[in-house]
Nanobody
Framework: QVQLVESGGGLVQPGGSLRLSCAAS????????MGWYRQAPGKQRELVAD???????NYADSVKGRFTISRDNAKNTVYLHMNSLKPDDTAVYYC?????????????WGQGTQVTVSS
């Protein structure tokens, strides 16, 4: 069993910054890609950014230049640094990870953390 626990969401004014964290724990052999998705009310869940175990990153066009994804492999933790936040960034942010348990790949989701950008 593997758990992903997110933290760091909250209310922030436009132009502000937040840092999200997601820590994986449990019967982990290794973790391949980790990523952040978000879902706004009435919209589909979308990829925000992801990062491979080697550190290669991928971003949605809407967040390029404002958000930075990073990870600490020793801590099985992924971060999302969000700068210059806009009201359109308001959503529930979910952590996602491809985890190897023994010899099998599984995909896991966190419970989500609310980010609200409003004045």
């Amino acid at each position: 069993q593997v758990q992903l626990v997110e933290s760091g969401g909250g209310l922030v004014q436009p132009g502000g910054s937040l840092r999200l964290s997601c820590a994986a724990s449990g019967s982990i052999f290794s973790i391949n890609a980790m990523g952040w998705y978000r879902q706004a009310p009435g919209k589909q869940r979308e990829l925000v950014a992801d990062i491979t175990s080697g550190g290669s990153t991928n971003y949605a066009d809407s967040v390029k230049g404002r958000f930075t994804i990073s990870r600490d492999n020793a801590k099985n933790t992924v971060y999302l640094h969000m700068n210059s936040l806009k009201p359109d960034d308001t959503a529930v942010y979910y952590c996602n990870a491809d985890v190897v348990v023994l010899t099998t790949f599984y995909n896991y989701w966190g419970q989500g953390t609310q980010v609200t950008v409003s004045s």
